[in-house]
């Protein structure tokens, strides 16, 4: 009975003591671990949506719920240059935040210091580069753009390409066009509070971007920020005569030099 006493107590020491060290590891940010949420590639971009990427950064998953974003979900909160930033997902690999506008003078570069806090414990501080630009497409599928055509909601993918959405191509000359959910395509011409969707007025780029379409240039009818999230921003465009047609043409934004990957696609069909 001793021996086997003896076993337990050293059973629980063990394990008691691997709990202590597990509940007093902090939260750590990778390093190079922040960058645009719809590419991860930095540098980032006052406004716009970032991925946090690291180990014990939340103690589980917590989604966002309200717009405004608050600053603090699940007991974790994160600052860039010691300003809260807003956060629409945490979980102990990833958070997804909003760079907060006001982070850098608009329209300048510089570098910013990412610190996590979960619970009572920070981590180190990460730095990351700013810019006034850093375009990025969110994609669904396998790297399909969310490019939705206006006259009825669908994606710009092939038909029934998606399971669970509505698809299909977008057509060249078609006047309503589709419009290009994206992130990182810098100042509006209307100040909008850290974590607020511009669901009260229209607010657009200061700067529009070029969008290529199978490395043809779309006409860009409108560039801002869409109303319905936060940090995002919305293209519109229309396809011009000549516009390549297949189902899986290339979509690239370029803005402030800076151009997004080839790999990201639309469906296009021809007149």
Do not use: H
């Not at 009818?221 to 109303?227: A, I």
């Not at 390549?244 to 934004?253: D, K, Y």
Request: net charge neutral; hydrophobic share 45%; with cysteine.
């Amino acid at each position: 009975m001793g021996r086997i006493l003896g076993s337990q107590i050293g059973s629980v020491v063990i394990f008691l003591t691997g709990a202590a060290l597990a509940l007093a590891q902090g939260p750590v940010v990778a390093q190079g671990g922040v960058s645009n949420a719809a590419n991860g590639i930095s540098p980032v971009t006052p406004g716009s949506l970032i991925s946090i990427y690291g180990s014990n950064l939340a103690g589980g998953i917590a989604v966002a719920d309200t717009i405004p974003l608050s600053a603090s979900l699940n007991k974790v909160s994160v600052t860039i240059n010691g300003i809260p930033a807003p956060l629409l997902y945490v979980d102990s690999p990833q958070i997804n935040a909003q760079v907060p506008w006001n982070v850098l003078q608009s329209g300048t570069s510089g570098t910013a210091t990412v610190v996590v806090q979960n619970g009572t414990q920070m981590s180190a501080a990460q730095n990351v580069p700013i810019g006034p630009f850093s375009p990025g497409i969110f994609v669904i599928g396998n790297n399909v753009a969310v490019a939705i055509n206006n006259s009825d909601g669908t994606v710009a993918a092939p038909s029934g390409s998606i399971a669970g959405v509505n698809t299909r191509p977008a057509k060249v000359g078609d006047p309503l066009g589709l419009q290009i959910w994206c992130t990182g395509l810098g100042a509006v011409d209307s100040a909008i509070a850290n974590g607020a969707a511009s669901s009260d007025k229209l607010r657009t780029n200061t700067t529009f971007p070029q969008v290529l379409v199978g490395g043809q240039p779309a006409t860009v009818v409108w560039s801002g920020l869409t109303p319905y999230f936060v940090g995002v921003n919305q293209i519109n465009i229309t396809l011009p005569p000549g516009t390549p047609t297949g189902n899986a043409v290339s979509l690239q934004i370029v803005a402030g030099g800076i151009t997004t990957s080839s790999a990201v696609t639309i469906a296009v069909e021809g007149q």
